[in-house]
């Protein structure tokens, strides 16, 4: 399959944080969520991609080419979403639209104006009187109108309402349906990530602490409720667990040897991305 | 490069920092380069070694012009662009996106700011030397050290600003440039100007033309300099 997205080994550092050899792929044709808590590192990598840092080392591949050599045909097609406005507030869309119109060959006028049409944009107001959630649309309608064939949204969906979230994700899933486009997308709301990814992506305190589909990483690990016991005595097998008075429960990957060691003192549940995420952020302060 | 530079200047032009400096300053400007004028004409009629002593205590408010008017050309930059004061490295994203490769990122920026030292150049010269050609029409000896010292002083300001947006580019994208400017276009041309004045580098003589000239090369060495270095910067940090 065509690798759209490589990352490899790459660092970056500052004074208080590093982003410590973060390596993973994105395969045309698909959605990767980008999920961690706040300061994990999602979007330093995302602008590492976007080549707005210089990495110290590693290698960024974008359509299979450097990402700092290549910048100005990489970033031809790419539709980039960023979690706060960066357009100019005294201008109206529509100037917006024709100021940065021609700077892409591909820019579609048209599907500008029906994607307007269809998130309610009026392109005659101006970008400062909107609120934050049409600004984010607004944002989107710039980064698709060009049709790119690689979406990086870095945390799109945080200040829109339910249903047009809902309506984004629809339009992303319809938007990659024909194999041709891929979206990297970081954000907080899992749920939205659960709808849409087909590759989940963990970050944590700068590392990737797990790439891999959706469907594997839910299929690998199991929430596991037992006794407190029971949690105690095979501690080594979670990722990490917490008790109550009323027992523990705990994220585990090797869940078989438990499954059949205590079959019927144990409840096994399907995670969410949000558990997977508590719970490897956890690693290291263990509850009980 | 081009269309960034037009992007540059409508963003300007529309920003609402911009429009909130630039129309009282232009009037401010206005006013400020008009007594100066008449003073100058008046002067000189009298006493024409005088008259150029005396145009010095114009100069305060022309600096004060000059860094409000760079101010205001990069202020843009470091408030239209940001929807909110949380996140501070908005600044200047929306450029780096673009399919624009950096050398052509970096060369329009210088042009953008020598587009502003220019108008701002030809703000400042333009009244004197329209001044100078009606008076030598009218048969009145004009001070050509004046013209010299304008011209001198100016110089060293369009330059410095072009130096500044070198350094600019290079180093601080957005942060520093508001203070940096405010502090270079101030300080360039009283201290320009006291240079000027006491003739320490000749500016009667040659050193009118000499000094900025020697200050463009060094600024141009600077500019290939950075120019080798620019592909690893942080565009956006």
């Known amino acids: ?288 | 490069m081009l269309k960034l530079v037009k992007m540059h200047f409508v963003i300007m032009i529309h920003s609402p920092k911009s429009k909130a400096l630039l129309f009282p300053l232009s009037i401010f400007a206005f006013f400020t380069l008009i007594s100066a004028v008449l003073f100058y004409i008046d002067m000189i009629r009298r006493d024409s070694s005088i008259a150029s002593f005396n145009i010095s205590m114009f100069f305060p408010l022309w600096s004060i012009y000059i860094f409000s008017l760079m101010a205001a050309a990069n202020g843009y930059s470091a408030t239209a662009e940001n929807d909110s004061k949380k996140n501070s490295t908005n600044d200047g994203i929306m450029d780096n996106i673009l399919p624009v490769g950096r050398r052509s990122y970096f060369f329009a920026r210088v042009l953008f700011t020598l587009c502003n030292s220019v108008i701002i150049w030809c703000l400042i010269l333009i009244p004197f030397f329209i001044t100078g050609i009606i008076l030598k029409s009218m048969g009145v000896l004009v001070d050509t050290d004046f013209f010299k010292l304008l011209f001198f002083t100016t110089s060293v300001v369009v330059v410095g600003g072009v130096g500044l947006s070198i350094i600019y580019v290079a180093w601080k994208r957005g942060k520093k440039v508001l203070e940096g400017g405010i502090i270079l276009y101030t300080i360039l041309p009283i201290a320009s100007f006291f240079i000027a004045r006491s003739d320490y580098l000749g500016i009667s003589a040659n050193g009118w033309i000499i000094y900025p000239a020697i200050m463009a090369m060094v600024v141009l060495m600077l500019f290939l300099w950075v120019l080798n270095r620019i592909q690893g910067m942080d565009m956006a940090d």
């Not at chain 1, 700092?68 to 201008?91: C, Q, T």
């Not at chain 1, 194999?179 to 990530?193: A, E, K, Q, R, Y």
Request: net charge negative; hydrophobic share 35%; charged share 30%.
């Open chain 1, 1 to 288: 399959m065509d690798k759209i997205l490589e990352l490899e080994n790459v660092t970056k550092e500052y004074k208080n944080f590093k982003l410590d050899n973060i390596s993973f792929s994105l395969e045309k044709g698909y959605i990767m969520g980008l999920v961690g808590p706040n300061g994990s590192g999602k979007t330093t990598t995302i602008k590492l991609i976007m080549n707005l840092l210089s990495k110290n080392s590693g290698e960024i591949k974008v359509f299979g080419l450097d990402n700092s050599l290549d910048e100005k045909a990489i970033k031809e097609r790419i539709g980039f979403v960023y979690d706060d406005n960066i357009y100019p507030l005294g201008l109206k869309l529509s100037k917006i639209a024709l100021l940065i119109a021609p700077f892409y060959k591909t820019w579609n006028q048209e599907l500008f104006n029906q994607y307007m049409k269809k998130f309610q944009l009026d392109p005659q107001s101006s970008l400062e009187k909107l609120s934050k959630g049409m600004k984010t649309k607004f944002a989107i309608v710039m980064a698709l109108s060009h049709k790119p064939d690689l979406i990086i949204m870095d945390e799109p969906t945080s200040g829109l309402d339910p249903i047009f979230r809902r309506e984004l994700l629809e339009m992303l899933q319809e938007i990659i349906e024909d194999g041709n486009c891929s979206v990297l997308f970081s954000s907080h709301i899992t749920s939205d990530l659960e709808k849409i990814a087909d590759y989940i992506t963990f970050m944590d305190k700068g590392r990737v602490v797990l790439s891999d589909t959706y469907v594997n990483i839910v299929e690998n690990y199991r929430l596991v409720k037992a006794s407190e016991e029971i949690i105690k005595k095979e501690r080594n097998k979670f990722l990490s667990y917490r008790c109550n008075s009323f027992g523990g429960e705990g994220l585990c990957k090797n869940w078989h040897s438990l499954q059949n060691e205590y079959p019927d003192k144990i409840v096994l549940e399907k995670p969410t991305i949000e558990d997977i995420m508590y719970y490897i952020s956890k690693r290291e302060e263990v509850e009980c």
